[in-house]
């Protein structure tokens, strides 16, 4: 079963996917531009062992997709 959620004003999109039962992978896809295939922007590197977990990390994961990086100093 896949689990997507969407944050659309930013056109990011959260999928988390169990391809092997107890075994939960997450995705951040990017928006769709000029008809082209959304783009993974993140994934899982390792499989985690709840749904939480995943939509937990993937989260985090939409987040620093999200904020701005910190101002440097000149």
């Given at each position: 079963?896949?689990?997507?959620?969407?944050?659309?004003?930013?056109?990011?999109?959260?999928?988390?996917?169990?391809?092997?039962?107890?075994?939960?992978?997450?995705a951040?896809?990017?928006?769709?531009?000029?008809?082209?295939?959304?783009?993974?922007?993140?994934?899982?590197?390792t499989?985690?062992?709840?749904?939480?977990?995943?939509?937990q990390?993937?989260?985090?994961?939409?987040?620093?997709?999200?904020?701005?990086?910190?101002?440097?100093?000149?």
């Amino acid at each position: 079963m896949e689990l997507r959620g969407i944050d659309v004003r930013r056109g990011l999109e959260l999928v988390v996917d169990e391809p092997i039962s107890g075994r939960f992978l997450w995705a951040v896809l990017g928006r769709e531009v000029f008809g082209l295939p959304r783009a993974t922007l993140e994934k899982a590197a390792t499989p985690q062992p709840t749904r939480s977990q995943a939509v937990q990390a993937g989260i985090a994961a939409m987040q620093r997709h999200i904020e701005p990086a910190p101002a440097r100093r000149a």
